[in-house]
């Protein structure tokens, strides 16, 4: 009888030949030792004369864009500073005296105000801004509201003017909208809107996206710094959000736009009032639209545009922090994609169409024009986002690699914490999640880069135009249905960053 041992041995020489006749060529068995280190010796060929002086020479770019990032960050900080200290106020700033009714004149002292509402198949929201318009205290006979629906949905477009026929029947001016194509998205919409003839009645426009909620107070507090300042083109107000608690997500962008609020708004509305306009949550005087040219499509950011060129033709902006507006954060990571995607290319895409136009105009001051190239386009739309992909995502994880080059402390560690810190000024109850935006800011810095280089370099994507998703009523029964457990932060399977989204 064999030996239970002696059979596992013949087993085991069956199963090495196999391996060494079958599994593994027996030329590349004797060889793969020798290749290996044959590629461990070009690394070391390559490495000294030529990856070690690239690596060094991204190091330093990316040091001097991370100094460039830091004292831009920190140039703003002083400037928010010194106008909480000196409480320099918008009242303070610039003339505001309330809105009064007059027995004799009645409605006629309110100017004829154009509120535009563009939209585009928003089922789920466009009762809400809609009805919000509509809510606005400001005399009937003296407000406009334009309803620019450009939905591809026929029963969608049908719900939107029964909407709007609902509110007419009850004595509000609604008109709807319609287009027989989409050319120019928003811009064109936009554009459209201000050529209807009852529009040459009105002096002022507010524009409200779909998703966005103004309080009924809203005209009233806006309006008369347009009324009594003849300089000002626009006021802006800020946005708050109605499901920034939804997930970590949400959590996340209502950060970083936060941040975007209270200080760059902030500071370039004290310091040199300009600003970029946000697209909604603000109201124009359409005689400085139109100086300006009016609406354009050429890039993305039809409202920077508008905003850049008012600006270069010396009109003023101001943004009004305690007038807030409610709107919607994107839930979902491809929605939020596609938003990022369009507020990263359409920038940089812009500066590279208006750069020289910039530089060259001569009814703004020097500083005015160096801010706009540099510190507005330069350092926050282009630098900001290189800088967080080739540091922390490229040449960090590099130098660990390659310890041959170095990274000064100062340029790995206290800038980069100061940055951070700066930037959690805006949401102080997120604090305690800084570390999971910085993770998170790490993440969509690819994407964020690849966007701006299309943009500066006109690729095919570069007018790529995905129009947000909105939940709106869902959203709220997604809530209502969370409120039986209340995780400080959560993901929900449709939510989760981990998924894979589709390509943007």
């Known amino acids: 009888m064999q030996h239970p041992l002696v059979g596992q041995m013949r087993e085991r020489e069956k199963m090495e030949k196999l391996t060494s006749t079958t599994m593994i060529p027996e030329a590349f068995q004797g060889t793969r030792d020798d290749i290996a280190q044959q590629m461990g010796m070009v690394w070391e060929q390559v490495k000294a004369p030529l990856v ?4 060094k ?58 509120i535009q509402i563009p939209m585009f198949n928003e089922k789920e929201v466009y009762k809400l801004s809609i009805g919000a318009a509509c809510g606005l205290s400001w ?44 050319k120019g998205y928003k811009a064109g919409a936009l554009r459209e809107g201000l050529k209807h003839s009852y529009v040459k009645q009105c002096d002022y426009v507010a524009i409200f996206d779909a998703d966005f909620q103004p309080e009924p107070d809203f005209l009233r507090r806006s309006i008369p710094f347009l009324i009594h300042n003849p300089e000002l083109a626009l006021v802006q107000a800020r946005w708050i959000f109605v499901n920034s608690a939804e997930c970590l997500l949400t959590r996340m962008q209502e950060m970083s736009l936060d941040y975007h609020f209270t200080v760059e708004q902030e500071a370039g ?31 993305t950011v039809e409202d920077m545009d508008l905003a850049v060129r008012a600006s270069l033709r010396g009109w003023k902006f101001l943004y009004l922090g305690d007038l807030q507006v ?10 939020f994609r596609f938003q990022q995607h369009r507020w990263s290319c359409g920038p940089a895409n812009l500066f590279r169409k208006m750069v020289m136009e910039i530089a060259r105009n001569k009814k703004v001051s020097i500083r005015k024009r160096f801010y ?6 330069l350092v926050r739309k282009i630098v900001g986002h290189v800088v967080t992909f080739v540091l922390y995502c490229v040449v960090m994880p590099a130098t660990v690699l390659i310890p041959e080059v170095e990274i000064p402390k100062w340029g790995s560690v206290y800038i980069p914490s100061l940055v951070t810190l700066l930037n959690a000024v805006g949401t102080p109850r997120s604090f305690h999640l800084l570390m999971y935006w910085v993770l998170f800011e790490n993440v969509m810095s690819l994407h964020r880069t690849k966007a701006s280089f299309i943009g500066l370099l006109e690729a095919g994507r570069v007018n790529e135009w995905v129009v947000t998703e909105k939940l709106g009523d869902s959203l709220k029964t997604t809530t209502a249905a969370k409120t039986v457990r ?19």
Do not use: H
Request: charged fraction near 25%; include cysteine; aromatic fraction near 12%.
């Open 52 to 55: 070690i002086p690239l690596l």
């Open 269 to 299: 509305s004290s310091a040199f009032s300009f600003f970029g306009f946000n697209g909604t949550a603000g109201v124009w005087r359409i005689s400085a639209i139109n100086e300006a040219g009016g609406w354009k499509d050429r890039t």
């Open 57 to 114: 020479v991204a190091v330093v770019l990316s040091l001097i864009m991370s100094l460039m990032l830091f004292i831009e960050r920190l140039y703003m900080a002083i400037i928010i500073l010194f106008v909480k200290l000196l409480r320099k106020t918008p009242q303070k700033r610039f003339k505001w005296l309330p809105m009064q009714d007059d027995v004799e004149l009645g409605s006629s002292a309110y100017p004829m105000v154009l």
């Open 486 to 504: 209340k995780p400080r932060i959560s993901f929900s399977n449709r939510y989760s960053l981990n998924s894979s989204p589709d390509n943007s």
């Open 326 to 335: 409610r709107s919607e954060l994107p839930s979902t990571l491809k929605a």
């Open 372 to 377: 706009v190239i540099y510190n507005f386009f």
């Open 139 to 182: 005399p009937s006979d003296r407000l406009v509201i334009q309803v620019l629906d450009d939905s591809t949905d026929p029963v969608i477009k049908e719900m939107v003017e029964r909407e709007c026929e609902r509110w007419a029947s009850k004595g509000v001016n609604v008109r709807y909208t319609i287009r027989d194509n989409r």
